[in-house]
């Protein structure tokens, strides 16, 4: 990886804002996610906020940097999170192919969200999303295979495009199953393979 | 432009599928569309098409052939189209960063089209698809300054994530409002600022 185009590396505390939406301008940089977790979400008039995707490890944000686009988006460090900042205009073509690749790999993940969105019920869409958060530094993994998640319920509204409300709902539904125990701000995963069907199932 | 990356140009005729979901094979390109329009859809057990992106000349298609990831979604000519199939090791740097632009205002759009499943009614939603559609070759403007688009409600359902029998229900409501004259097969666009209203409010 080339160091030609870092122009520094920053760090943020869990909940820290590290971009606002607005047009990108001159000063506008690259960023990719050194270590931790980047939560690029929206947040409608109503103050509901919307996940549109989480940036880990290798992967960038900040694209329109590139593309000119305005950003509508806040990204928000989700854990602990070390960044680089990196020059969209002194990127060599080995940088500029992995960003290719990293961006590539994101629409597909968006492509993700879209089909949830519209085919799976929220009871799926939420066993899913608490699957995406065990790779994340926001799970810690027990040593009886359980994991918990530190992320409360309105995160994962934000996550599954919902309200607070009709999650914890849904999570109550979970917990009563027996898939999940959920507590203060963070969520016990006990039967990861239930959960992994939900998350598959469309309807 | 560079061409020495460009391995062929091949022409579709409407509605003729380009590629097929599946893991991507050494044998894969990407596209790029010379002229016309591809639909990027996904298609779910039940039959129901989803469009994921639309991809408009000079935008491109098939970047798992870069990342590797599964390709879940049908490519379809959705008007007469050409493409340039490109050699993903051969590309240029030039060719390289404008495959990242275009990658990054692709998620944009994928962005929006997350926020608007969230946040807006169907209503709404197929304001946006229908405005959509102006610039694109499925629209014929006439000389009083209505557009007229040639797509049918089963596309528009794909286009917003409903099925066809609500989207004929809404379509209905909208030409009964006058915004809209609905036919076999094509939809004219009559107040082209009142559907910008509509696409742009929330709830």
Redesign the interface.
């Given at each position: 990886m080339t160091q030609g185009s870092i122009i520094d590396t920053l760090a943020f505390r869990a909940g820290e804002i590290i971009l606002y939406p607005g047009s990108p301008g001159p000063r506008d940089r690259i960023y990719r996610v050194e270590s931790g977790l980047v939560r690029?979400q929206?947040v409608?008039?109503d103050g509901?906020a919307?996940t549109?995707?989480f940036v880990r490890p290798g992967e960038y944000f900040g694209?329109?940097a590139?593309?000119g686009?305005e950003r509508?988006?806040h990204a928000e460090a989700a854990a602990d999170t070390r960044i680089a900042q990196i020059h969209p205009e002194r990127?060599d073509?080995q940088e500029?192919?992995n960003?290719?690749?990293?961006?590539?790999?994101?629409?597909?993940q968006?492509?993700?969200?879209?089909?949830r969105?519209?085919?799976q019920r929220l009871k799926n869409r939420i066993a899913a999303a608490l699957l995406e958060f065990m790779d994340t530094p926001l799970a810690v993994h027990d040593t009886k295979g359980r994991v918990m998640i530190h992320v409360t319920h309105d995160e994962i509204a934000s996550a599954v495009?919902s309200v607070r409300e009709t999650v914890t709902k849904v999570v109550g539904e979970l917990a009563r199953d027996g898939l999940i125990k959920s507590g203060y701000g963070r969520v016990m995963l006990l039967d990861i393979e239930a959960l992994g069907e939900l998350a598959r199932q469309?309807g």
């Open positions: 690029i929206s409608d008039d509901n919307l549109l995707r694209e329109e590139l593309s686009g509508r988006y990127m073509p500029t192919l960003l290719a690749v990293r961006l590539a790999l994101a629409l597909g968006t492509y993700d969200a879209i089909q969105l519209v085919s495009g469309n």
